[in-house]
Structure formats: structure tokens, C-alpha cells
């Protein structure tokens, strides 16, 4: 079988354009895999969901009758952890629907109420 001299060189150049093009498409113009993307769309989900749920935590915590109260114990605990943490127990991330808190409304609620406003 005889093959073009010009075959080994083409087959070589094809090779490393096709890595080449790879190379830039996945570094500089954004192309992801299918996993990556699936990752990302999570993410930016669970940012949505917190920043809508967060103003209705925030709600529920100065509709009870002793807002006011509360809003100064919650001001007395030290870190952001401990006031997540008092957000939880006393109720006002736990959204209709769901038995259990979520810790990132938690979190979101209590930097809005320690807020200065």
C-alpha cells in the first residue's frame, strides 16, 4: 500500500490543532463540561433561593409579638455564627413546607437583622 508522503505531516497537524483548539475553547472562550455547568447552575440556584427566602425570615422575625425584645438579645451574641444558630432555634428559617431550618436563610436573616438600618 503506498501512502502520500504529505499523509504522516497532515495527520501530525490535524492532531495538534484538534488539542490546540481544545486548549483555547476550554480556557478563554468558556466551554464547560456538561458536570461544570450542572455544578454552576446549582450554585447560582441556591443563591436565588436564599435571597428570596432570607427577607421572609427576616419578616417572620418582626411580626411576633415581642420583636423588639428578641432583636436585643439576637444583637447581644457575639458572632455570626451564634446569631445563625439564634435564627434556627427560635424558628424563622424554617420555611412552610420543611420540618428543619435552613442554616444559609439563617445566615442571610441574621445579616440582615444585624444590619444597621
Same mark, same amino acid.
Do not use: Y
Given at each position: 500500500?503506498?501512502?502520500?508522503? @504529505?499523509?504522516?505531516?497532515?495527520?501530525?497537524?490535524?492532531?495538534?490543532?484538534?488539542?490546540?483548539?481544545?486548549?483555547?475553547?476550554?480556557?478563554?472562550?468558556?466551554?464547560?463540561?456538561?458536570?461544570?455547568?450542572?455544578?454552576?447552575?446549582?450554585?447560582?440556584?441556591? #443563591?436565588?433561593? #436564599?435571597?428570596?427566602?432570607?427577607?421572609?425570615? #427576616?419578616?417572620?422575625?418582626?411580626?411576633?409579638?415581642?420583636?423588639?425584645?428578641?432583636?436585643?438579645?439576637?444583637?447581644?451574641?457575639?458572632?455570626?455564627?451564634?446569631?445563625?444558630?439564634?435564627?434556627?432555634?427560635? @424558628?424563622?428559617? /424554617?420555611?412552610?413546607?420543611?420540618? /428543619?431550618?435552613?442554616?444559609?436563610?439563617?445566615?442571610?436573616?441574621?445579616?440582615?437583622?444585624?444590619?444597621? /438600618?
Amino acid at each position: 500500500m503506498n501512502i502520500h508522503p @504529505g499523509f504522516k505531516p497532515a495527520l501530525w497537524g490535524a492532531a495538534v490543532g484538534a488539542v490546540g483548539i481544545a486548549v483555547v475553547g476550554f480556557s478563554a472562550l468558556g466551554w464547560t463540561l456538561d458536570s461544570t455547568a450542572d455544578r454552576i447552575a446549582n450554585e447560582r440556584a441556591e #443563591v436565588a433561593v #436564599v435571597a428570596a427566602l432570607a427577607p421572609i425570615c #427576616v419578616a417572620k422575625f418582626e411580626a411576633q409579638a415581642d420583636a423588639s425584645k428578641r432583636l436585643a438579645q439576637f444583637k447581644k451574641v457575639a458572632t455570626s455564627w451564634e446569631q445563625s444558630s439564634f435564627i434556627e432555634n427560635g @424558628g424563622w428559617a /424554617t420555611m412552610p413546607g420543611s420540618v /428543619t431550618p435552613n442554616t444559609a436563610v439563617a445566615h442571610a436573616c441574621a445579616e440582615k437583622l444585624g444590619s444597621p /438600618t
